[in-house]
């Protein structure tokens, strides 16, 4: 039967100290409060169980804020990455339609080229062939 209510007592404790690290008080939120008598706040302060269960608290608080810190921190690199990420969709897109004029216009400027070279060809078959009517009229004579 001791030993019942000896594990008992302990699971108690142990649910007692889960609590109240959970989310417990600072010593000083407590004296601002008032929550707590003086007998019972040199009790917190000296009892190495309460000691322990405060420090603990007090390094939740801490990583806490730290986790909030870092939490801001990644949004912002997350907002900068998607600026970064939009400037270089708008510079593709730029390039992309600088890309499509220049090629527009070196289409435009091959179609040039190759028309006065086609025209020239043209005008030297007609000068072959006239020189070459010259050439078997001669021989016919």
Partial sequence: ?????TGKRKQLAV???QRRVACPP???ELRHRQLVSAT???RIIT???EQMILKVAEQQ???HGDCLAHKGTVSKHFQDQWQLQREMQDRISTVIAQTSTVETTLVQECNK????TLHSMTQEQKEVSAKMQALRAK???
């Fill in 1 to 5: 039967m001791t030993s019942k209510v």
């Fill in 15 to 17: 649910e007692e100290v």
């Fill in 26 to 28: 600072s010593i000083s």
């Fill in 40 to 42: 019972e706040l040199s």
């Fill in 47 to 49: 009892d190495p169980a």
């Fill in 61 to 63: 608080r801490s990583l």
């Fill in 113 to 116: 080229a190759m028309q006065k």
């Fill in 139 to 141: 021989w016919l004579r």
